[in-house]
């Protein structure tokens, strides 16, 4: 079975600092994908940001980055310069792509940016 | 380029009736997923189609159904509805089968809002 944990239900930052939301996985399969995605009081699920386990280069997209651990299973998502935008539910999610485009979320971590 | 469209936003019903809640993909995405979200249990695969065919299922019971049509389109059901079943549904569209593969993410809808009484 895969799993996707999140240790972290809440966490908060100052606008314009620096934030690490952590993420572990676990998963017996070679093949997979890796994600974080925003969802906003609007409900609405964003992509922020993947990453392709095959590939060590860690991703980033604009002020977001992420460290990526194969070995340790670990996806943590950095964000830099937060910003009042930014305040939202995190959630980590797993797909293999074996089982299509199935996604096994984890239960996610509130980040709330304070002026 | 329109994005996915979850239809009703919000919906009401008793306890014992039956609902469908009906997805729209983006325009030439093939794959329709659909996920459950609730306060206590998080966000919950309930089942995948492909080109009308069901793909991949989730842990929930037979009272739990979908479809989809020749335009991609999807709906999901649910009957004999129980008060656990007040969640928020939400419908993914991807382009295609391939599974995450680049340019194959999956776009969100807003979002059903289910309140079963």
């Known amino acids: 079975a895969q799993t996707v944990t999140q240790s972290q239900p809440e966490m908060s930052v100052q606008e314009a600092e620096t934030v690490t939301l952590s993420c572990t996985y676990d998963?017996?399969?070679?093949?997979?994908?890796l994600f974080w995605y925003k969802q906003p009081p609007s409900r609405q699920m964003i992509l922020v940001i993947r990453q392709e386990a095959y590939k060590q280069q860690n991703a980033t997209e604009n002020r977001f980055s992420v460290n990526f651990q194969k070995a340790a299973k670990s996806f943590s998502l950095k964000i830099s310069d937060s910003q009042l935008g930014d305040t939202a539910m995190y959630f980590c999610a797993l797909g293999l792509v074996e089982y299509g485009n199935k996604l096994v979320f984890g239960a996610g971590t509130i980040l709330r940016v304070k002026s | 380029k329109a994005g996915v469209t979850q239809t009703p936003r919000y919906l009401i019903k008793t306890r014992g009736q039956q609902v469908t809640l009906s997805c729209s993909p983006i325009s030439g995405h093939r794959s329709v997923s659909w996920y459950q979200q609730t306060p206590g249990q998080g966000l919950q695969f309930l089942f995948e189609?492909?080109?009308?065919?069901?793909?991949n299922k989730g842990n929930f019971p037979g009272r739990f159904s979908g479809r989809q049509f020749s335009n991609s389109r999807s709906e999901m059901n649910v009957s004999t509805l129980e008060l656990g079943d007040s969640a928020l549904y939400l419908c993914?569209?991807?382009?295609?089968?391939?599974?995450?593969?680049?340019?194959?993410?999956?776009?969100f809808g807003q979002g059903t809002r289910l309140t079963v009484v």
């Open positions: 998963t017996s399969e070679n093949n997979y994908y």
């Open positions: 189609y492909f080109s009308e065919t069901q793909r």
């Open positions: 993914a569209s991807s382009l295609d089968s391939r599974g995450h593969s680049e340019g194959g993410e999956a776009f």
